[in-house]
C-alpha cells in the first residue's frame, strides 16, 4: 500500500480510504472482519460522517461499538468524520452551533477524544465564512478536531472559505471513477470545439487542488454515475471492461484493482475511498494501490470508458 505524508498535516496516509456508509445493519463481527481486512491490507484511514446510518452519527455509533479501540490502537488509525447535511431540513447547515454540535456527537459516537479529519459535507450556499472560521478555531484549539478539509466544493467556494479560515483545507472529497471523470476529462478535451466533453463542468477543481495542496478524495470510484451502478462486469461497458479484465490478468489482480489503480496512478496523489462492505472487495482494491499503470495503459481505460483523446 502506497502512502504518503498528507499536506498540511502530520499524517501519514494511505491512497486507498475505507468509507464506513454502509455498516449500521452489520454485527460486530462482520464490522470486526470488515476494518481487519482493510487494516491488514494498508489501510488505516477511515471516512465516517454525521448522517451515515439510520439515525444521527449511526455508523459512527456501530463502528465504535464493535471495535472498542484501546488509546493505542485508535492511535494507529485516521478517522475522518463529516458534518454539514441536515437530513430532514433545512439540508445544509455550515453554522457555528450546528458545526460544533455535529462534532460532539461524532466524538461521543466514535468514543474518541479528537477527530483527526473533520469535512464539510457539501457545499452550503447560506454559507457564512465567519461563522466556519470560528467553529474552526475553537474545534481545534481544544483538540477536538486536528485538520479540517471539504467535499464536493468548488474552486470558489473553497476560496470563499480561506478568505476566513485560517487552518489549512487539506481535503476535498469529489466524485470520480474511470467512468465519471469529469474532474480529468475536460482538461484532456479543452478548447475542442463542439466536443460536449470539452465543456467544463468542474470550474478546474482538479487543477486548483494540485496547486494549493489539497488532498482528492474520490468518492464512488468504482460508479458508472451518480449511484446508478458499479462499471466492472457491466455489460453497458464491454469494451472496458475487456481492457480491464485484460490489465488484470497482466498484473495478477483481480479486476476491482485496475478500477483502483487507474484513480491511483494520477501524479494528484488521490485517495481512493471505498464504500463496499465486502472483505474481499476490500482486500482486492487495496492491491491496486501498487498497480504500476502505463501512460498507455491510464489513456487505454480513459478512451474504452468512452472518453475522447484527441
Not at 100 to 113: C, K, P, Q
Not at 197 to 202: A, G, T, W
Not at 220 to 249: M, T
Amino acid at each position: 500500500m502506497k502512502t504518503f505524508t498528507l499536506p498540511g498535516t502530520e499524517l501519514t496516509a494511505p491512497n486507498v480510504v475505507l468509507g464506513l456508509m454502509r455498516i449500521q445493519e452489520k454485527t460486530d463481527e462482520e464490522v470486526r472482519t470488515l476494518v481487519r481486512t482493510a487494516t491488514d491490507s494498508g489501510i488505516s484511514f477511515f471516512d465516517h460522517a454525521d448522517v451515515y446510518g439510520s439515525g444521527p452519527h449511526g455508523c459512527e455509533k456501530r463502528f465504535a461499538e464493535a471495535m472498542r479501540l484501546t488509546s493505542s490502537e485508535r492511535e494507529q488509525l485516521v478517522l475522518q468524520t463529516k458534518a454539514g447535511i441536515v437530513r430532514d431540513g433545512p439540508y445544509f447547515d455550515f453554522s457555528y452551533e450546528h458545526i460544533v454540535e455535529s462534532v460532539d456527537g461524532s466524538l461521543a459516537a466514535l468514543d474518541t477524544d479528537y477527530i483527526d479529519i473533520l469535512l464539510l459535507h457539501r457545499p452550503d450556499a447560506l454559507v457564512e465564512p465567519d461563522e466556519v472560521a470560528r467553529a474552526f478555531d475553537d474545534l481545534s484549539a481544544s483538540g477536538k478536531v486536528r485538520s479540517f478539509g471539504v467535499s464536493n466544493h468548488t474552486p470558489g467556494q473553497i476560496e470563499l472559505l480561506r478568505r476566513s479560515v485560517s487552518q489549512p483545507i487539506v481535503a476535498n472529497q469529489l466524485q470520480l471513477s474511470v467512468t465519471h471523470a469529469p474532474l480529468v476529462a475536460q482538461g484532456v478535451a479543452a478548447n475542442m470545439q463542439a466536443l460536449d466533453q470539452s465543456v467544463s463542468r468542474d470550474s478546474g477543481t482538479l487543477d486548483y487542488c494540485r496547486l494549493n495542496d489539497i488532498t482528492v478524495q474520490a468518492w464512488s470510484p468504482f460508479q458508472a454515475g451518480f449511484f446508478s451502478g458499479v462499471f466492472l462486469g457491466s455489460p453497458e461497458y464491454p469494451e472496458l471492461n475487456a481492457v480491464i479484465d485484460r490489465l488484470a490478468a497482466q498484473y495478477d489482480v483481480p479486476a476491482i484493482a485496475i478500477a483502483t489503480a487507474w484513480i491511483t496512478r494520477h501524479p494528484a496523489r488521490m485517495q481512493v475511498v471505498l464504500g463496499t462492505t465486502n472483505p474481499e472487495r476490500v482486500a482486492g482494491a487495496a492491491l491496486g494501490s501498487d498497480v504500476p499503470l502505463t501512460r498507455a495503459e491510464w489513456y487505454e481505460m480513459f478512451r474504452a470508458a468512452g472518453y475522447t483523446v484527441p
